[in-house]
């Protein structure tokens, strides 16, 4: 309830009230001898109710690594005569035997793929994402050992938050012919046959796939160490400006606070400091290791987590204060190691860091609210698509801040890393998804942001001639369920009773595959 509403009742109430008194007055001396009386009326009309939405929506980007010279030939399966999507297939510029055969949006330049999914608010109808829509975006009828392929797949939830989940099939398997160099392989059990023949093939187990949150919708896996062993210093610099009050605040200082927790878990050697702007910019806890020095009472405690907690909003706007005031403290920071800024605000931001860029710190732009993506890139380190989080709705603050973590710290998660074949079968089943990385519990995916899926496959150069003619089909699909009410992750909903004749959820979105091998 907004404070005009909370105030235009209190004060209706205490008016009532204390004018009673005048009114009784007036009633009495009036009503002598006349017949006029005080009248009042009162009516609740025109009431609705209105059922709220929750639509989930994907695009994507796909490419396969099917080496040089083959552009007229790719391009014809994807024509529209042929077997696939009608896409107009072209090379990736500095990738060479690497081409682009989808793209939901269509922005012409595969280079900005990335600022669009990041930026762009990909709820708009106008812009014609796959919304219920059953497509494939692998069609490949020549595949061959050393050949891969890459999809990335953005997930948006229109305005309810939603419990994620995902799910697959292998949907074919096939042997096909056996030709004579197959048939003559050792780990081929059939005999030459120029006609089909019923059995499963081997390439599903001999395609390697993995699944991962591209936290960046990069469309590569940027694994790290895995284990967030480099060492890094972290400044966060959080708007504190006027526009920043109510629920928009504390939202950020959750998000910073699960920030900082997992830069400090995830090396003992990592530092993070904080720093604020309004009208003016001020470190309000340089660099330490100690997020708490007292846990359980943060406001009691001295470190990073208490000086988040007492940030406050007023006042104006001035990110070029805040920093530079960062950038002093990293100063500090040991020599050779990694230094970072996250900067979040909600409005202007009247800098380009480039002084702290030309100063070797790498600095990661959030914005929500009125912040404008042109200053945020402004502001950010190259390549943007890897620095800059952007979120409609201030619910998805705290995801945003997730997603700058994973990226930060050790790679991005990887879901299932199998054969194709075990991957389908893993996900036959459905497996929930995790709106929010940083933490332990799985978390709902909030309205108003992006995320980002990856899905890579590979047929190792050292398979062998058991694999030709064979083929396989597969399914991919996302199902989005309201958390409002559901507290908890609910039972997974691919368990047989939510199923259509696709043996996916009713209303969810599908993507498919399928390749040849020769």
């Keep these: 309830m907004s404070d005009h509403t909370d105030n235009r009742h209190g004060l209706s109430r205490r008016r009532v009230l204390g004018g009673l008194g005048a009114i009784g007055v007036a009633s009495a001396g009036a009503g002598i001898g006349t017949t006029a009386y005080f009248s009042d009326e009162e009516s609740f009309e025109e009431n609705s109710l209105t059922a709220g939405e929750l639509d989930l929506k994907l695009d994507y980007k796909a490419t396969y690594s099917g080496g040089p010279g083959r552009l007229e030939e790719i391009n014809g399966w994807y024509s529209e005569d042929g077997p696939g999507e009608p896409f107009e297939v072209e090379e990736v510029e500095d990738e060479e035997g690497t081409y682009l055969i989808g793209e939901v949006p269509d922005v012409d330049d595969g280079d900005l793929w990335e600022d669009e999914v990041?930026?762009?608010?990909?709820?708009?109808?106008?812009l014609g994402l796959i919304n219920g829509d059953e497509i494939p975006v692998f069609t490949l009828e020549d595949v061959k050992p050393g050949d891969s392929g890459e999809v990335t797949v953005s997930l948006h939830i229109c305005d309810n938050p939603a419990w994620m989940y995902m799910n697959g099939a292998l949907t074919a398997n096939d042997e096909n012919t056996v030709t004579e160099p197959e048939a003559a392989s050792d780990d081929e059990n059939n005999d030459l046959s120029d006609s089909e023949i019923d059995g499963d093939g081997e390439l599903a187990d001999a395609i390697q796939t993995k699944l991962w949150y591209d936290e960046n919708c990069n469309n590569v896996h940027d694994?790290?160490?895995g284990t967030g062993s480099e060492e890094v210093c972290v400044q966060l610099v959080i708007d504190t400006s006027g526009s920043m009050g109510g629920t928009r605040i504390e939202n950020a200082k959750d998000g910073a606070q699960q920030l900082a927790q997992t830069i400090l878990d995830a090396n003992s050697d990592n530092q993070v400091g904080v720093s604020e702007f309004d009208n003016n910019g001020s470190v309000v806890q340089t660099l330490t290791d100690v997020y708490d020095d007292q846990p359980g009472d943060p406001a009691a405690g001295n470190g990073v987590g208490p000086a988040i907690e007492n940030l406050s909003a007023s006042g104006g706007t001035n990110a070029q204060a805040g920093v530079d005031a960062a950038q002093g403290d990293l100063e500090?920071?040991?020599?050779?190691?990694?230094?970072?800024?996250?900067?979040f605000g909600d409005g202007d931001i009247n800098?380009?860091?480039?002084?702290?860029?030309?100063?070797?710190?790498?600095?990661?732009?959030?914005g929500v609210g009125g912040a404008s993506e042109d200053e945020l890139d402004d502001l950010a380190s190259d390549p943007d698509e890897d620095h800059v989080f952007i979120g409609a709705d201030d619910a998805a603050i705290g995801q945003l801040f997730s997603q700058v973590g994973e990226t930060i710290t050790g790679g991005e998660t990887v879901i299932l890393e199998d054969s194709l074949a075990n991957t389908m079968e893993a996900l036959e089943e459905g497996i929930a998804l995790d709106g929010d990385r940083s933490t332990e519990e799985d978390d709902p995916f909030v309205g108003g942001m992006t995320h980002c899926l990856g899905f890579e496959w590979e047929l190792p150069d050292d398979v062998g001639n058991e694999v030709q003619t064979d083929s396989v089909g597969f399914d991919l699909g996302f199902y989005a369920l309201q958390s409002r009410?559901?507290?908890?992750?609910?039972?997974?909903?691919?368990?047989?009773?939510?199923?259509d004749d696709n043996g996916l959820p009713s209303g969810a979105n599908s993507t498919n595959g399928s390749g040849t091998a020769d």
């Design 351 to 366: 800098t380009d860091g480039q002084a702290a860029k030309d100063a070797g710190t790498e600095i990661f732009a959030i």
């Design 485 to 499: 009410h559901n507290d908890e992750p609910p039972e997974n909903p691919f368990d047989g009773n939510f199923t």
């Design 332 to 343: 500090n920071c040991p020599e050779g190691v990694r230094r970072i800024m996250v900067v």
């Design 223 to 225: 694994a790290g160490d």
């Design 118 to 126: 990041q930026n762009t608010d990909l709820c708009a109808p106008e």
